[in-house]
């Protein structure tokens, strides 16, 4: 399961949280290396976007909870489709096969 996740950190002095900011880069190599997280990128000023592809939706709310410890953040997360999947989709209605999957 895809997942696009926008991390808002709580606004603190980012020298404050020099060493949670460290932190959370080991905290998610391990996922990255996994597979677990497909791209990793730092917004300008703070906070990062963040592509999850996760087994499940408790997966990621395990993930996005790990990383409130680290960094205290509001998370706006978006459910994803794969390209190739959005594409089976429409060439499905397209032949008049409806809404199926």
């Known amino acids: 399961m ?3 996740v926008v991390s808002e950190p709580r606004p ?3 020298s ?7 932190s959370y880069w080991r905290w998610i ?4 290396d996994a597979g677990e997280v497909r791209s990793v990128h730092a917004k300008v000023g703070r906070g990062a976007v963040v592509l999850f592809d996760v087994a499940s939706n408790e997966v990621l709310h395990a993930h996005l909870n ?12 978006h ?7 959005a594409r089976r ?3 499905r ?3 008049g096969q409806g809404d199926a999957q």
């Open 66 to 77: 790990a990383w409130a410890d680290i960094i205290p953040a509001r998370f706006e997360v």
């Open 2 to 4: 895809l997942f696009l």
């Open 16 to 22: 404050g949280v020099t060493a949670a900011r460290q």
């Open 93 to 95: 209605q397209a032949s």
């Open 79 to 85: 459910a994803l489709i794969d390209p190739a999947n």
């Open 29 to 32: 190599q391990p996922l990255i």
């Open 89 to 91: 989709f429409l060439d």
């Open 12 to 14: 603190e002095r980012p």
